[in-house]
C-alpha cells in the first residue's frame, strides 16, 4: 500500500487468516464490491474453504487448504491483505495498531484471531504441541527418532495422532474415563478400541486434502505447537501425508491411562536424583515392571505413575487468543476466556464482530445446538458475522442463522465415519433422558439421546445413513414414544416412516 499521510482507513476490517477471518472477508468483499475489505493476519498464508458442500440441511462438508495470501487478493480485489500481527486495539478510537508500526482505521471490525494451544508446560523442550503445519513437521522429525512417547490430551487431535502412529509405542495419558469424550461416550470408546490394538490397520486412505466432512473440526481442539503465535490451526486431514513411523518394527502399540493427568515432568537428571522407579511399557498380564531403559525425559502422572519416554504430546485443547485486543477495551468475556458475542455476533463494544475459537456464544442458543471449536463452526460463524456486519451498516434486521438450529459435525476417526448430532452426550439434559443404543461390532454404533419421547441427539459411528432422517427427527422433535425400541430396528427401514 502507498505511504499515506495518517493511517489508512476502510469501512470493514478482519483481523486473522483462519477459516472464520477468511470466510467473513470473503462474504463482504462480495456485499460490498466497492469497498477494501482489510484483512490483518500475522501468517503469510491463509486458510480457504474449498469444495463445499451442503450435504443435508444442517451437515457440510469441505476442503480447508493453506493458500498464500496473495491468491485471496487475486480472487477478491477488494481485500487487502495486511501481514502483520496487531499490537493494540484502540476500539474508542477504531484503530488498530499493527507489530510493523502501522496503524488503520475501521469503521467496523470482526476479530477472528482463533485460539493458540494450551500446553501442559511451557517452554519445555521435551513438550511439543501440534497446532498448523510446521509444528507437525516438527513432531514427524522427532518421531522418527523416537522409540516410546506419551500423550496428553482427549480430544481430536490426540485421538488421530494415537491411531496414525506406528513403530513407537505410546502412553496415553487422558482425565477421562474413556477415550474420545468429547466425541462420544464410553460405549463408543469401547466400540472403537480394538482398532487402536489391531495389529495391521487396513491400507491408508490415498493421501489428498482430506474432506472435512462436516467438521473439520474437530480437530480445533488442537494440540498445540511450540507457542510461535502464527500459524492458524491444522486441516482436518492434517496426519494425512506424514509419514508417522518411530524406530520399530511393530504396528501400533497404546497403552491408555486413565483418570489421571500429568503431575510433572523430570528430565534424566533430575529424574536419577528422585531415585524412584519407571515403568516398562505394560504387558498383558497387568504385573508391573520397572523399566531397565534410561529415557530423556520421564512424565509423573496423577496416579503416582511414571513413565520415562524421548517426548510428550501436548494436545490438551486451545485458549481464545483474546490477549492481544484487552489492553484498554472493556470487552466481555466468556467463562472459557472468549470475548462474549450476542446472536448478531458483537461483542460488548459497539462496532465489534467475532467469531470463530476466539468467541463465546453467549445467546439463549436452540436446545439442540452447542458451541464447540470446531473448523465447522468458524465457517458457518464468520459466513454469518459478515451478515451481520453488513445488514447493520444498511440499517437492516437480521434474524440469526440456521445453522445455529441444530449442532451437526461429520468426521473420521480410526477410520470410521463419525456423525454426531444435537446433544449427542445429553449435555446439559440431567438425569431426565434415556439412550437407546444399536452396536455391530467392528461395523456400526448408534446412540439416541431421548427425552419425553423425543429425538434430542445422535452418535453414529460407520455407515449407517441415518444422519438425514436423524437430523429431521431431532428438528421437527416429533413425539417418537409410539415407536420403542423400534426406532433403532436394523429390520425396520426407519427412513420410509418419515420421508
Known sequence: MAAVPGPARSRFAVVG????????????????????????????????VTNFKQISKTLEEFDIEEQPSSLLERRYTNIKVIQSGVKQLKSDEHKIF???????????????????????????????????????QAFQKHLAQAQRIVVVGNGGIALELVYEIEGCEVIWAIKDKAIGNTFFDAGAAEFLIPKLTAEKRETPIECKRTKYTMEGS???????????????????????????????????????????????????????????????????????EPDE???????????????????IVSATGVVPNV????????????????LKVDKHMQTSLPDIYAAGDICTASWEPSPVWHQMRL???????????AKCMAADALGESIDLDFSFELFAHVTKFFNYKVVVLGKYNAQGLGLDHELMLRCTKGQEYVKVVMQNGRMMGAVLIGETDLEETFENLILNQMDLSAYGEDLLNPDIDIEDYFD
Open 17 to 48: 487468516g483462519g477459516i472464520a477471518g477468511v470466510t467473513c472477508a470473503e462474504k463482504l468483499a462480495v456485499e460490498f464490491p466497492s469497498e477494501d475489505i482489510f484483512l490483518v493476519t500475522a501468517s503469510p498464508v491463509i486458510k480457504a
Open 98 to 136: 499493527t507489530e510493523d508500526g502501522k496503524e488503520y482505521m475501521y469503521e467496523k471490525l470482526c476479530l477472528c484471531a482463533g485460539a493458540i494451544p494450551k500446553l501442559i508446560f511451557e517452554g519445555n523442550p521435551y513438550v511439543l504441541g501440534i497446532r498448523d503445519t510446521d509444528s507437525a
Open 218 to 288: 474437530e480437530k480445533k481442539e488442537r494440540p498445540v505447537a511450540v507457542s510461535d503465535k502464527v500459524g492458524s490451526a491444522l486441516g482436518p486431514d492434517w496426519h494425512e501425508g506424514l509419514n508417522l513411523k518411530g524406530t520399530k518394527e511393530f504396528s501400533h502399540k497404546v497403552h491408555i491411562e486413565k483418570l489421571c493427568e500429568v503431575k510433572k515432568i523430570h528430565l534424566q537428571q533430575e529424574f536419577l536424583q528422585l531415585q524412584q522407579m519407571s515403568l516398562a511399557f505394560p504387558k498383558e498380564e497387568k504385573n508391573v
Open 293 to 311: 531403559v534410561l529415557w530423556p525425559v520421564y512424565v509423573e502422572l496423577t496416579n503416582g505413575k511414571i513413565y520415562g519416554c524421548d517426548f
Open 323 to 338: 490477549k492481544p485486543f484487552l489492553d484498554g477495551n472493556n470487552f466481555a468475556i466468556g467463562e472459557d476466556g472468549g
Open 375 to 385: 473448523w465447522t463452526q468458524a465457517r458457518q460463524m464468520g459466513w454469518y458475522a
